[in-house]
């Protein structure tokens, strides 16, 4: 059994749960907040699908460094078989927790942004920040590969 392999899919299956927990933290705000403007009978924005769906990019963070780079690394030296389970596990729970705190961050911007309808761009500022640490995650795990 190649362990390089198993770190290539774990890092994107792990990233993904880690996206779906932030993906729902994030919706059940959104969908909140389009409650609170229809009970007021105010146009629900849209533009709160944005905080629902950030924590997505995550999902694709694993699958850029699980199939595009972990993959090929551990086909080609599967001597270092462990290195790569270790990474692959390590970078996916960045990349979770990642997700899950941008979901986090995103459902408070949501209830803000639909409560007032002030303040989208500086919410969305924050969930960047929180993106930020994913890619982190990804990139120094993708150098550490070479």
């Known amino acids: 059994m190649n362990l390089g392999l198993l770190g290539a899919g774990l890092v994107m299956g792990i990233a993904a749960i880690g996206s779906a927990i932030g993906i729902g933290i ?13 009970t007021a009978n105010k146009p629900a924005p849209m533009t709160l699908l944005a905080f629902g769906g950030a924590p997505l990019t995550q999902t694709f963070y694993g699958y850029i460094l ?36 941008q979901g986090q961050a995103g459902a408070s911007g949501a209830d803000a942004t639909g409560e007032t309808g002030k303040g989208f761009v500086n919410y969305m500022m924050i969930v960047g920040i929180c993106e930020t640490v994913a890619i982190f995650a990804m990139v120094l795990s993708m150098i550490s590969l070479s």
Do not use: D, H, R, T
């Open 66 to 101: 699980g199939f595009l780079f972990m993959k090929p690394a551990a086909l080609a030296n599967p001597e270092n078989g462990s290195l790569y389970l270790g990474i692959g596990i390590a970078s996916g729970l960045a990349i979770a927790f990642s997700a899950i705190a």
């Open 26 to 38: 994030a919706c059940q705000a959104v969908i909140g907040a389009w409650k609170k403007c229809y």
